[in-house]
């Protein structure tokens, strides 16, 4: 199974906004986009690099999104085929979609 379609169930049962690998034609105005920004594998150990991109209309409902997701990913390491650890966040403004947006890195072992 794709780390992908792990996520993506995992945050369309969980996160309180839409999950998106892409962004949507129709955009909502909160919402979350992932993808995969890096792979590899090690002692038989699929390894992959996660972005996850928190958008919203105020930089307080962004930031309060990112945080969701953040505590989200703890609790997805409990998840029997995925561990999961932090690995960094920062605040941007996506000019292109005039939204404030956090992101936050996570890496992930199945």
């Not at 794709?2 to 996520?7: K, R, S």
């Not at 996160?15 to 909160?30: G, H, K, N, R």
């Amino acid at each position: 199974m794709l780390i992908e379609e792990i996520i993506k169930k995992y945050l369309d049962d969980e996160l309180s906004v839409d999950a998106f690998l892409e962004v949507p034609d129709s955009i909502p105005t909160s919402f979350v986009v992932f993808h995969v920004i890096d792979r590899g594998k090690s002692d038989q150990i699929n390894m992959a690099t996660v972005e996850f991109m928190s958008y919203a209309e105020t930089k307080y409902d962004a930031a309060s999104l990112d945080e969701e997701i953040r505590e989200l990913m703890e609790e997805i390491d409990d998840h029997p085929d995925v561990a999961c650890r932090f690995g960094g966040g920062n605040d941007t403004n996506d000019t292109t979609l005039k939204r404030y947006r956090y992101r936050c890195y996570f890496n992930f072992y199945f």
